[in-house]
């Protein structure tokens, strides 16, 4: 059993969680979407998908990180945004994983730019996995625990909070109800 000051940190840790992810997508998308060629270069850089894909990816990638991340400032859909974010996270660990394996010299394209890195630059790989890794916890935390404080999922009796002592994974903990702003209280 987790003690009560523990189980009154968890919306706040989550909120937090919320707020860094999508600071960090919002931000991404922000700084490619003005740019799409560059967008576009910095997914082919990676070498991994067809010609066609790694265009619409390209393309479509910073307003994918930009709705996601306006969606968890305002905690609406947000374990659905939690598990997107989680899954943009994995794809981009996989992603530079993947680049750094097969000895390609490239700017991840994370916050614009991208492709190939100058004469006398080097890739900064380790810090990319690491920072994308720590971001996909965050988005799981996100999904696992549900929108925290301060969300528009618990004003609009849209959450569901999953308590943290939850162990069966239905979503509630016995004798745990969310207030309006998605807080577990002892019923």
């Known amino acids: 059993m987790m003690s009560r000051s523990v189980r009154d940190a968890v919306p706040w840790v989550t909120t937090a969680a919320r707020l860094v992810v999508a600071g960090v997508l919002i931000v991404a998308g922000w700084l490619k979407i003005g740019t799409p060629a560059l967008s576009v270069q910095a ?51 996989v992603g530079i994983a993947s680049a750094w394996a097969r000895g390609l010299r490239i700017d991840c394209g994370c916050f614009g730019g991208g492709g190939q890195l100058g004469a006398g630059q080097e890739p900064g790989y380790l810090w990319e996995l690491l920072r994308d890794a720590g971001l996909f916890l965050l988005g799981g935390w996100v999904m696992w625990f549900g929108p925290g404080r301060l969300s528009l999922d618990s004003a609009l009796g849209l959450a569901t909070p999953r308590g943290v002592g939850d162990v069966d994974g239905d979503g509630g903990a016995e004798g745990v109800e969310g207030d309006e702003l998605g807080a577990p209280s002892t019923v």
């Open 43 to 93: 997914v082919k850089a990676y070498e991994l998908l067809p010609e066609q894909v790694a265009t619409a990816v390209g393309y479509g990638l910073p307003i994918v990180e930009i709705v996601v991340g306006v969606l968890l400032v305002i905690g609406l859909l947000t374990r659905a945004a939690g598990a997107v974010s989680a899954l943009l996270m994995l794809a981009f660990v």
